[in-house]
């Protein structure tokens, strides 16, 4: 039994689908957000991506990288 299947994990999937804010702070619309499936133990996902914290990411990695 893994951390997945318990109450606790449901509950705080039910969570992450009704947020209307990444953790950073940027809404979730539709415009904003990306959704990308994954699969991992057999099962499918659908991850969200907030568009917004994916640019910065990439601003970030970039930055870190360059000299
Ligand atoms: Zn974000």
Redesign the pocket.
């Known amino acids: 039994m893994t951390f997945m299947h318990t109450p606790e994990f449901r509950r705080r999937e039910q969570l992450r689908r009704n947020q209307t804010h990444?953790?950073?702070?940027?809404p979730l619309t539709p415009h904003?957000t990306r959704e990308e499936v994954c699969t991992r133990n057999g099962r499918e996902y659908t991850l969200r991506i907030?568009k917004?914290?994916e640019r910065?990411r990439h601003r970030q990695k970039k930055r870190a990288s360059g000299r």
Do not use: F, M, T, V
Not at 22 to 26: D, E, V
């Open positions: 990444c953790h950073a702070g940027h904003n907030c917004a914290c910065q």
